[in-house]
């Protein structure tokens, strides 16, 4: 038990506490209140003469902060949402892909992630699917996005005439994203809106080339048949780079053999033998990679 002198010197020490507090020279430890913002994304489109409809199916969005870490972001789509783009744009309506409450400041990357898409000619009729090379349109600027406390809305506007092309002899489809209009409004003001074709492409961060190749003109598969002795013409002229890149093409023919340039001719000279082609296309900054099983029929 405590002695009488130590319950005085308690009882004081807590008076003295308690006068402290009253007076606050002892200041209680308050809970910053984080500032949050609404940020919904909608997405819209230019639309193309050669399709019905487009449907496109959007996988994920993330906006980064402005230190631009890459392991730094929010996610904002819960799950998979599939958008007809041209019904968007004949019935002059955005559709949105989600909506999250993040902290206000100032966000420099948005990434948009397109999963797959699928089509139906005007013409035929018929139903095709598009290939997608490169799933991610990496939108990177610094201080592009400032959220605010608040309702802001960032509208993308994809111009699906000019991300649809042709390969392989008009055999198959690709989408790679081009955006024609970008824009950040906040629910009192316009943020920002930028509508300048050259300057958004310098806004996208670079794509990889989207490789094109014929054999004799003839449309490549994963194999391919060749006769030994015979000398055929690798075409890889029609390989596309959104970026507008120059571009370098190295052959690799796996028998030993290798060359440079966009079209080269080679022969096989061993017939039933199997070799492994690689064609390697640089942009200078990033590498696309094809790869066929080549058969030598003697």
Same mark, same amino acid.
């Given at each position: 038990?405590?002695?009488?002198?130590?319950?005085?010197?308690?009882?004081?020490?807590? =008076?003295?506490?308690?006068? $402290?507090?009253?007076?606050?020279?002892? &200041?209680?430890?308050?809970?910053? %209140?984080? *500032?949050? @913002? #609404?940020?919904?994304?909608?997405?819209?489109?230019?639309?193309?003469?050669?399709?019905?409809?487009?449907?496109?199916?959007?996988?994920?969005?993330?906006?980064?902060?402005?230190?631009?870490?890459?392991?730094?972001?929010?996610?904002?789509?819960?799950?998979?949402?599939? =958008?007809?783009?041209?019904? $968007?744009?004949?019935?002059?309506?955005? &559709?949105?892909?989600?909506?999250? %409450?993040? *902290?206000? @400041? #100032?966000?420099?990357?948005?990434?948009?992630?397109?999963?797959?898409?699928?089509?139906?000619?005007?013409?035929?009729?018929?139903?095709?699917?598009?290939?997608?090379?490169?799933?991610?349109?990496?939108?990177?600027?610094?201080?592009?996005?400032?959220?605010?406390?608040?309702?802001?809305?960032?509208?993308?506007?994809?111009?699906?005439?000019?991300?649809?092309?042709?390969?392989?002899?008009? *055999?198959?489809?690709?989408?790679?994203?081009?955006?024609?209009?970008?824009?950040?409004?906040?629910?009192?003001?316009?943020?920002?809106?930028?509508?300048?074709?050259?300057?958004?492409?310098?806004?996208?961060?670079?794509?990889?080339?989207?490789?094109?190749?014929?054999?004799?003109?003839?449309?490549?598969?994963?194999?391919?048949?060749?006769?030994?002795?015979?000398?055929?013409?690798?075409?890889?002229?029609?390989?596309?780079?959104?970026?507008?890149?120059?571009?370098?093409?190295?052959?690799?023919?796996?028998?030993?053999?290798?060359?440079?340039?966009?079209?080269?001719?080679?022969?096989?000279?061993?017939?039933?033998?199997?070799?492994?082609?690689?064609?390697?296309?640089?942009?200078?900054?990033?590498?696309?990679?094809?790869?066929?099983?080549?058969?030598?029929?003697?």
């Amino acid at each position: 038990m405590l002695g009488d002198d130590n319950v005085k010197k308690v009882a004081i020490c807590i =008076v003295v506490g308690l006068f $402290l507090l009253a007076c606050g020279c002892v &200041e209680e430890k308050e809970e910053v %209140e984080v *500032e949050t @913002g #609404n940020v919904e994304f909608l997405v819209t489109d230019k639309v193309t003469e050669d399709f019905d409809y487009v449907n496109v199916t959007f996988s994920e969005i993330r906006l980064f902060n402005q230190t631009g870490d890459n392991d730094s972001y929010i996610s904002v789509m819960s799950e998979n949402k599939t =958008v007809d783009l041209i019904s $968007l744009n004949l019935s002059h309506i955005n &559709e949105s892909l989600g909506v999250a %409450e993040i *902290e206000v @400041g #100032n966000y420099s990357k948005l990434w948009i992630n397109v999963s797959n898409a699928i089509g139906v000619l005007n013409e035929t009729k018929e139903t095709v699917n598009i290939s997608v090379p490169s799933g991610w349109l990496k939108i990177q600027q610094l201080h592009l996005f400032n959220i605010q406390k608040g309702n802001n809305t960032i509208t993308v506007d994809i111009d699906l005439e000019n991300s649809i092309h042709m390969f392989h002899g008009g *055999e198959e489809y690709k989408f790679i994203p081009v955006i024609s209009s970008i824009e950040h409004s906040h629910e009192k003001k316009l943020q920002f809106r930028e509508h300048n074709r050259s300057k958004i492409r310098n806004m996208v961060g670079n794509r990889e080339p989207a490789i094109d190749i014929l054999i004799n003109d003839g449309v490549v598969k994963n194999k391919v048949t060749l006769n030994a002795n015979e000398t055929y013409e690798f075409n890889a002229s029609g390989t596309l780079d959104l970026d507008g890149d120059e571009l370098t093409f190295s052959w690799d023919f796996g028998d030993g053999t290798n060359a440079t340039g966009a079209v080269v001719t080679h022969s096989y000279s061993d017939g039933q033998k199997t070799y492994q082609l690689w064609l390697t296309v640089s942009d200078g900054q990033d590498e696309a990679k094809w790869h066929v099983t080549v058969k030598i029929s003697s």
